[in-house]
């Protein structure tokens, strides 16, 4: 990925040549994201790497994101892996990573231990189903951003296959791994044959 998409970096207000994000930079951005993230941090890491930080263009991100999802494991921590070693290699990946799972990791050993105590009143339960409500926009939020760049498909397949995704996942009873056998290569056929 790194040899077709630029190094991101955060822009410069002096004009001067724009530099990488320091390793305590990474550190800090994922550990804000992993501390914002109710349900996700998609909307999150969105946010910082995409329209805060300008780390990353909405299409990088796209791409990025859209690599993750096919590798094995939750999709935003093998964005944090794939951001960090892009920027500051093997080590960036260990600091990204760390700064993502660290403070979930605290805050939920001892949410865990508060709950088993607790857990069993009325409030709280509201409580949680408000911030579930939230989670649920938020994700929502962040997906129609994320298909935003889809409209600049100058033939409309992009979104014909992200309507054809939906609607076979969402709204039809096919198994996600049959509409991923039927539409990823329909999608790359396509995307080849417009080159």
């Known amino acids: 990925m790194s040899e077709t998409v630029a190094a991101p970096s955060a822009p410069s207000p002096s004009g001067s040549p724009p530099q990488k994000p320091t390793l305590l930079d990474l550190l800090v951005a994922f550990a804000l994201i992993s501390l914002c993230g ?78 088993a105590r607790f857990g069993g009143i009325a409030a709280l339960q509201r409580m949680l189903m408000g911030v579930a409500a939230a989670a649920v926009g938020l994700v929502l939020g962040t997906c129609a951003k994320m298909a935003l760049p889809l409209l600049d498909d100058r033939f409309g397949i992009a979104p014909l296959i992200a309507l054809a995704t939906f609607a076979t996942v969402g709204v039809l009873p096919w198994p996600i791994y049959a509409s991923l056998a039927v539409l990823i290569p329909l999608g790359v056929a396509m995307a080849w044959v417009r080159r």
């Open 38 to 115: 109710f349900g996700g941090v998609l909307a999150w890491s969105r946010r910082m790497l995409v329209e805060e930080r300008k780390w990353m263009t909405p299409e990088e991100f796209g791409n990025a994101y859209a690599l993750c999802q096919f590798l094995p494991g939750p999709n935003v921590v093998n964005l944090s892996v794939v951001f960090g070693r892009r920027i500051r290699g093997p080590v960036g990946s260990a600091v990204a990573l760390v700064g993502l799972i660290g403070p979930p990791f605290v805050i939920v050993s001892l949410s865990s231990f508060l709950y």
